[in-house]
């Protein structure tokens, strides 16, 4: 249900969904029983001429159930849930896939520097393109991110792919994310950073195949050629 409001691109991002109406829907669920017996039960019991007060302390076997047989239930519920969290949280955290890309994402007051392999698919080699609040990325492709900051603790939000990763000064945080959707959409930050926290937007632009490598075609030359009228 949140692809009703927010567009799903990323694998990742169809199991947190379902995940999330699992838990909206039995919580809603529960909601309405709750709610019904509550007024049901006021409207039963409501005051009456004639009709004089019962104390009532919950001791015995009937009045008992009330309690007992929805804790049991709502427990039943919760191991479900807690099943589910594990599963997912296990599939989007812990397991990363064999990567055909690794890209690299530094936070900073306030603006994201995004390092991306060239041609050679590498990082850390002469063809690396280096954008500021821009990432590109390929449809279809298996990406693993090397995520840092400069300065404070940061958050790496990408919406789309329902990904959120704090970004730790001194610390290298891995993760993994694999594009489903062609399109342009909003990286954020969200962890209050400072004063410029709301001025730290990005952009993520997920292209096919021919656009990416026509885009990197074009920053790879105009590297080269800086790297050339430098020397």
Same mark, same amino acid.
């Given at each position: 249900?949140l692809?009703?409001l927010?567009p799903a ?6 199991e947190?969904d379902?995940?999330?109406? =699992? @838990?909206?829907y ?5 909601? !309405?029983? +709750? %709610? ?6 006021i409207?039963k ?6 009709v004089?007060?019962?104390?009532v302390?919950?001791e ?7 309690i ?11 191991v ?7 599963a ?6 812990? =397991? @990363? ?6 890209i690299? !994402?530094? +936070? %900073?007051?306030w603006?994201w520097?995004f390092?991306h ?7 850390d ?10 990432l ?6 298996t990406y ?6 400069q300065?404070?603790?940061?958050s790496?939000?990408?919406p789309?792919?329902r990904?959120?990763q704090?970004?730790v ?7 993994w ?15 209050m ?6 001025l ?7 292209e ?5 490598a026509?885009?990197?075609?074009e920053?790879t030359?105009?590297?080269?050629a ?6």
């Amino acid at each position: 249900m949140l692809e009703w409001l927010i567009p799903a691109a990323s694998t990742s991002a169809d199991e947190i969904d379902w995940l999330f109406a =699992v @838990i909206f829907y039995t919580v809603g669920v529960w909601f !309405v029983v +709750a %709610q019904g017996i509550f007024f049901g039960l006021i409207f039963k019991f409501r005051r009456r001429p004639g009709v004089r007060s019962l104390y009532v302390a919950g001791e015995t076997k009937d009045e008992k159930r009330w309690i007992s047989w929805p804790h049991y239930a709502v427990i039943a519920c919760d191991v479900v849930l807690i099943a589910g969290a594990i599963a997912v949280w296990r599939d989007v955290k812990q =397991v @990363i896939p064999p990567p055909d890309e690794t890209i690299r !994402v530094i +936070a %900073q007051q306030w603006a994201w520097t995004f390092v991306h392999p060239g041609p050679d698919r590498q990082l850390d080699t002469p063809d690396d393109v280096v954008t500021v609040n821009e990432l590109h990325v390929r449809n279809g492709t298996t990406y693993e991110f090397e995520l840092t900051s400069q300065d404070v603790v940061h958050s790496f939000s990408i919406p789309v792919f329902r990904l959120k990763q704090d970004a730790v000064p001194g610390r290298m945080i891995k993760g993994w994310f694999r594009p489903t959707k062609t399109g342009t959409f909003d990286i954020a930050c969200a962890e209050m950073c400072g004063l410029g926290h709301a001025l730290m937007p990005a952009a993520l632009h997920i292209e096919s195949a021919e656009e990416h490598a026509a885009w990197l075609g074009e920053h790879t030359a105009v590297a080269a050629a800086a790297a050339g009228s430098r020397s």
